[in-house]
């Protein structure tokens, strides 16, 4: 694990809340001179403590305010069974996230969808063909109460 001190937790909370942000402001936000900003940002970027650049879009303005969560349940619990499910699901560009949980199922998978005629459609041709897969269960998301929340350091 890289160690992070204050001027890196520091520059990582200013981009999170703003990652278009220049170089020259964050520098002055943070108290360092732009070339210094500059090499810890790449530093980090190099050590993957950030991982991405990228715009949050409005779902509901591009179509998708549908919202499901998937509960699969494999019919084994074999590495073999786990790796085929990943690998498939990765390949699937309506998984928002995935994620292998314990409890009840053995994976959580976050969709975006038009409507439930949607969710319908990829439920038949999509869900349904994954490998390994005993159960799904979905659950249709009401109210998104903190969605794209940032990590609090």
């Avoid at 975006?112 to 390994?132: I, K």
Wanted: net charge negative.
């Amino acid at each position: 694990m890289i160690e992070l001190d204050r001027t890196d937790l520091e520059l990582l909370r200013h981009l999170q809340s703003d990652g278009r942000m220049s170089n020259a402001e964050l520098a002055e936000r943070i108290n360092v001179s732009a070339p210094t900003c500059h090499r810890r940002t790449q530093r980090l970027i190099d050590e993957k403590v950030i991982t991405n650049f990228r715009a949050s879009i409005n779902p509901e303005a591009v179509g998708y305010g549908g919202m499901v969560m998937v509960g699969a349940v494999l019919e084994r619990s074999t590495p073999e069974s786990f790796a085929q499910f990943e690998a498939a699901i990765a390949e699937f560009p309506f998984a928002l996230e995935c994620q292998c949980v314990a409890g009840d199922f053995d994976y959580l998978i976050k969709v975006r969808v038009r409507d439930t005629v949607d969710f319908n459609e990829l439920h038949r041709q999509q869900l349904l063909t994954l490998p390994n897969v005993r159960q799904l269960r979905s659950f249709f998301v009401l109210k998104e109460v903190v969605d794209d929340a940032v990590l609090h350091f």
